[in-house]
């Protein structure tokens, strides 16, 4: 158990449609990143927060939009929805900012769209 | 955008044999990490590596970092089912305040 927490673990939703993904970090860990894996673009990077502000930004659409709350979990927003956003999407945490940290990843939520 | 090809893409292998994969870069990293990850499940980190030409071992597995700290391989004698897993590596930039890169990933499945 990495002590990454994610959910849901599964989501199924429509075309144009907002979910929101949640993910509380490993006690102690201030920075949470999260990810998306799909098949044929593996594991792509695509936002940072430390301590409640973005840190880095990877290749992550406008549709897009995450934050870090003050307790320090996040939320990853993902609106209008198209079938290609079906994917997993990790959320990852690690004690500092720094680039080399390890990462802790969640279980990860399965996002369809259909 | 540093990239990092890892070959081969697919292994599948008898349980008991040897086998290397690989994790490519023209670019140069900080270190290097490694993850496992099994299927519904995120990755786990197995190692870091950080000196150019270091090589570490965590019990069959022996993961190696190259003198140019462009690319890395990890090594697992007698694999077990196991081992099992895709297995991804992940270079830190060298410098600024660039993402960590993660590689395409090698697909192992050890046949019992």
């Known amino acids: 158990d990495s002590g990454v927490t994610q959910t849901p673990k599964h989501l199924i939703t429509a075309t144009g449609q907002r979910v929101t993904l949640r993910c509380s970090p490993r006690?102690?860990?201030?920075?949470v990143y999260w990810y998306q894996q799909s098949l044929d673009q593996g594991l792509q990077f695509l936002i940072q927060?430390?301590?409640?502000?973005?840190?880095a930004k990877g290749n992550i659409l406008e549709r897009f939009s995450a934050q870090q709350f003050p307790d320090l979990h996040s939320e990853l927003n993902l609106s209008s929805l198209e079938l290609g956003d079906s994917a997993l999407y990790f959320c990852?945490?690690?004690?500092?900012?720094?680039?080399?940290?390890?990462?802790?990843f969640g279980n990860g939520t399965r996002l369809t769209v259909t | 955008t540093q990239l990092l090809e890892q070959s081969p893409q697919f292994l599948s292998i008898q349980e008991g044999e040897n086998l290397t994969v690989y994790c490519n870069s023209s670019?140069?990293?900080?270190?290097l990490q490694w993850y496992r990850q099994e299927p519904g499940e995120g990755p786990v980190l197995l190692v870091t590596v950080v000196t150019g030409g270091e090589v570490k071992k965590l019990k069959r597995l022996t993961f190696q970092f190259g003198d140019a700290r462009k690319d890395s391989s990890l090594h697992i004698t007698a694999a077990q089912p196991g081992d099992t897993g895709l297995y991804l590596c992940a270079g830190a930039p060298n410098f600024g305040n660039e993402k960590l890169t993660f590689g395409t990933g090698t697909r192992l499945t050890i046949i019992p």
């Open positions: 927060y430390y301590n409640g502000e973005e840190r």
């Open positions: 990852a945490s690690s004690t500092t900012g720094i680039q080399n940290s390890p990462l802790h």
């Open positions: 006690s102690g860990d201030l920075s």
């Open positions: 670019s140069v990293f900080s270190s």
